[in-house]
């Protein structure tokens, strides 16, 4: 919910800074889940994901997370090297399609339209690969053109493992978002993830189910609002 202290506080900063940046996390604070884990077993599936050994990339993908999530982040994208940029993008929204709607947080979606009312421009800034989070948030109401996501380069139309700077997780979101203006709000779920761009922000807001989180724990602590992210 809403409440109109935060409903206030958003329409001042409209209003002092018309243009400014609302930047929200994608998984967990839009939708439910994390589509860009949801998008990697896709590809799994369809056989476009593989690894030289015959091993489960998803497998390998996981390990590396919980070695180091920022770095198992960038794997997943570097897991889509050599595959075309254009069919990667087309299954995206296939997918994103089907995957997006029934998970949307509706909290979430009433803070983006009262940003954008506000005359706050949405962003959305992600861990997950690039392309996916071209293809989902736009469902969400955002536009392809605020998005930023773990990118690689592309070569002859296909994906590389060179990542491109800055790596969209903890504080290398704040980069990324802040090389599109200044940032007034920002909204996500995760303590490890989040909390660095929730620190930068004039606005902090946290997305949380109703069972807690350790993001939600500092966020009272904090006296930031929050947000209900269950249905």
């Known amino acids: ?11 001042a900063a409209g209003r002092g800074q018309p243009g400014a940046l609302a930047v929200f996390d994608a998984d967990g604070t839009i939708w439910r889940e994390d589509v860009g884990e949801a998008f990697l077993r896709r590809l799994v599936a369809l056989g476009w994901v593989t690894l030289p050994d015959g091993s489960d990339p998803y497998a390998a993908y996981e390990r590396a997370v919980e070695r180091d999530r ?15 940029q254009e069919e990667v993008a087309a299954e995206a929204l296939r997918f994103a399609r089907g995957w997006v709607p029934p998970r949307l ?11 954008a009312e506000a ?8 861990a997950s690969a690039l392309p996916i989070v071209l293809a989902a948030a736009p469902l969400a109401g955002f536009s392809p053109d605020y998005c930023r996501g773990i990118e690689v380069q592309v070569r002859a139309g296909k994906f590389t493992a060179e990542v491109i700077a800055p790596v969209t997780y903890g504080a290398g979101k704040i980069d990324a978002a802040s090389r599109f203006g200044r940032i007034a709000l920002a909204c996500g779920d995760s303590l490890a993830g989040d909390l660095p761009m929730l620190q930068a ?3 902090a807001v946290v997305v ?10 500092e966020a009272r602590r904090r006296g930031w609002p929050l947000l209900a992210q269950d249905v």
Request: hydrophobic letters at 50%.
């Open 208 to 217: 949380a189910p109703k069972a807690g989180s350790p993001l939600a724990d």
């Open 119 to 126: 005359g706050l421009q949405p962003f959305v800034v992600s």
């Open 70 to 84: 920022a770095a198992g982040y960038v794997y997943a994208a570097q897991l889509q090297a050599g595959l075309a």
């Open 201 to 203: 922000a004039p606005i």
């Open 1 to 11: 919910m809403i409440s109109p202290e935060l409903s206030e506080r958003v329409r």
């Open 105 to 115: 947080i509706a909290d979430a979606q009433k803070l983006r339209a009262l940003c």
